[in-house]
């Protein structure tokens, strides 16, 4: 059974968030389909999240490559 782009949306934004599938259907109906379905955070609020990224979620990671999975080209660096 195939599913449509609008319902795959739909059933992620009511996983991630917690709302419900009705809820996340409207809203994922409601946006154009290369806008985020999450609004950014502000200003602070991404301090925020960044923070708890850096030092409870991976404290001993670079936020950049967060598995630790760094590309060195072909010097054979691994």
Same mark, same amino acid.
């Given at each position: 059974? +195939? /599913?449509?782009?609008? $319902?795959?949306?739909?059933? =992620?934004? +009511?996983?991630? /968030?917690?709302?419900?599938?009705?809820?996340?259907?409207?809203?994922?109906? +409601? /946006?154009?389909?290369?806008? *985020?379905? #999450? @609004?950014?955070? +502000?200003?602070?609020?991404? =301090?925020?999240?960044? &923070?708890?990224?850096? $030092? #409870?979620? !991976? *404290?001993?990671?670079? *936020?950049?490559? @967060? &598995?630790? #999975?760094? !590309?060195?080209?072909?010097?054979?660096?691994?």
């Amino acid at each position: 059974m +195939a /599913t449509s782009s609008l $319902t795959r949306d739909a059933e =992620l934004l +009511a996983l991630h /968030t917690g709302m419900s599938y009705q809820q996340a259907f409207q809203i994922a109906g +409601a /946006t154009r389909r290369r806008d *985020p379905l #999450i @609004p950014r955070p +502000a200003g602070v609020q991404e =301090l925020l999240e960044r &923070w708890v990224l850096r $030092t #409870i979620a !991976w *404290p001993s990671h670079d *936020p950049v490559y @967060p &598995w630790g #999975i760094v !590309w060195y080209g072909r010097r054979g660096n691994t």
